[in-house]
């Protein structure tokens, strides 16, 4: 039996979220801890979540 | 502060038009509930695809002809020879298009050479066109967006670095504007990631790309329509010229981690170095990916939700979807934004691990 | 994958690479480079007024700390002078006294040895006079004796009434 792929875009898509939504979350602990560093941490989030999403992304455009 | 509160306004504005001329394209022949849905989709593919006139919309008159409001581009194809001509031959796509002897056939925005004046398609299997494609330098519509954005930075941004000629070092009128930003540009994205010592050199390319395309998104969601960004081509131009100038500026240090990495034992490296060189050209690629896909899914949700509103058609659920629509364009900006910031940020980044001299961090 | 290379557009491509190049190129030329100049020369300006200020600043302090300084120093200088001039005041003063002193002593001295001369010369005198006076008195006495008794006594009388101790 062949697994259609958008169960594999699916699949994509939970672990890039679970991956994201992590990040975003310590962004958030980090920012509650040390509001101070606020702008630092934005960056270092954005730039980790867009490296997981352009993963997420060029496995969605390769499957 | 001021910037912010004055920017709301057009901003709201602009929002409302881009409902008001989307709304108007699904209300044309919206009589048969069943067809709006078709009819939606099929604007929206139509929507996200390049064309090859000026239509800013267009409607069915009484008569039932459907009529355009916009203007023809010139076509300019090399096939065996230089052939420019107007896009107005192809009568929006419905009609073959004779230049010196030739046949053309606009088919799912791509133009084909067909034998004849029937101008027919023929089809394999999987339902591709196996006629033959001309080379296509054609100024579409989205070449079009891409040369008003080219004036317009190119005026704007003149114009503020004169103001600073004529005001002793300090911005003017819309300078007073941009010069944060672009300043944001040098001390938050370029200094950082690259390093006070090689940012310089790369400041052109970022202070151009980042304004290049937040402007392009954010003329993507005025009711223009035209949405450059969502093209794979303009967001592979971008990410190749960043793989190419992060190549080239590439020192002994950045080689020798992709193919040598120190710090770890001799097997290891030789698994990692393909590992390496193949995470050279996922950066760009992802860069690409991101870029269009985001912009994409943008366009697409959006203009779902506004489709919506015609296939409820009723005052709960449209007023629902507009209320969707318009927090989901409020976001659509900050998107914009955020692409533009990310994409010039990882370029940064790229440039940065290019151009870093110590060992220790890579 | 496949969609996407059919959505490639070779024209859009060339295209947005020939104008986005021509975009780089002429706003590094006509804008960028300007633009990021004059913010240099600006933020340049700005720290170099900030430092020159500071500078200064500093100055002004380095000034007023040697103005303290040379005020302490001639206050000190002051002090010592009046210091010496009150020492030398006070043994000049120290000086004459123990000069008028001495020489007092001295001239006491002087004094004392001329009165003792003096009393022992008067002494002597007193003496011989006495002597004299004696033997004069013996003399008259004697003679008076020798004829009247009553003669002699108011005689002795007499003379000792004229002689006073000078």
Known sequence: MEIPSIVGAGLIVIGAGIG???????????????????????????????????????????? | MRRKISLKPITLLLLLITFVSFGQEGHGNGEEKTDIKTEVKEYIQHHLQDSYDFSLTSYTNEAGEHKYVGFPLPVILWDNGLKVFSSSKFHHGEAVAEVAGNFYKIHHAKIYKVADAHGEIIEDAEHHATNEMPLDFSI??????????????????????SSYKKNGNMPKGTGRLLEPIVLYVRDE???????????????????????????????????????????????????????????????????KHIFWMPGVPWPMKIVLAPIELLGTFIKPFALMIRLYANITAGHIVMMSI???????????????????????????????????????????????MAVEEHDEAH | ?????????????????LIFLCLVFLLKKFAWKPILDSVNNREEGIKDALESAENAKREM???????????????????????????????????????????????????????????????????????NLSIEIAEKVVREELSNKDKQIQLVESMLGEATLN
Request: hydrophobic fraction near 55%; include cysteine; charged fraction near 15%.
């Open chain 3, 1 to 17: 994958m496949e969609k996407l290379l059919n959505e490639f557009s070779i024209g859009l491509f060339f295209w947005q690479a």
């Open chain 1, 20 to 63: 994201i939504g992590r990040i975003g979350g310590s962004a958030m602990d980090a920012i509650a801890r040390q509001p101070e560093a606020t702008g630092k941490i934005q960056t270092a989030m954005l730039i980790a979540a867009a490296l997981i999403e352009g993963i997420g992304f060029a496995a969605l455009f390769a499957g």
């Open chain 2, 189 to 255: 994205i370029a200094k950082p990631n690259i390093g006070e010592k090689h940012y310089k050199r790369y400041m052109s390319y970022l202070l151009t790309v980042f304004f290049f395309v937040w402007i392009v998104n954010l003329f993507g969601l005025t009711p223009i329509g035209m949405n450059v960004t969502n093209n794979i081509a303009v967001t592979f131009c971008l990410a190749i010229i960043t793989y190419l100038i992060t190549t080239f500026s590439g020192n002994k240090n950045y080689w």
């Open chain 2, 140 to 161: 579409t519509k989205n070449v079009t967006m891409i040369m008003m954005v080219f004036l317009i930075m190119f005026f704007m941004f003149k114009r503020m670095a």
């Open chain 3, 61 to 131: 302090q380095n000034l007023q700390a040697d103005n303290q300084k040379l005020l302490k120093e001639a206050r000190a200088e002051r002090e010592a002078m009046l210091k010496d001039a009150r020492d030398i005041k006070n043994k000049m003063v120290e000086d004459a006294k123990e000069d008028a002193r001495t020489e007092a002593g001295k001239l006491i001295a002087q004094a004392q040895a001329s009165i003792q001369s003096e009393k022992k010369a008067a002494i002597a005198e007193l003496k011989n006079q006495v002597a």
């Open chain 2, 306 to 352: 506004i489709g919506m509103m015609f296939v409820f058609n009723n005052w709960i659920g449209s007023s629902l979807s507009f209320l969707l629509a318009f927090v989901l364009g409020v976001l659509e900006l900050l998107v914009a934004a955020l692409q533009a910031y990310i994409f010039t940020v990882l370029s940064a980044l790229y440039f940065g």
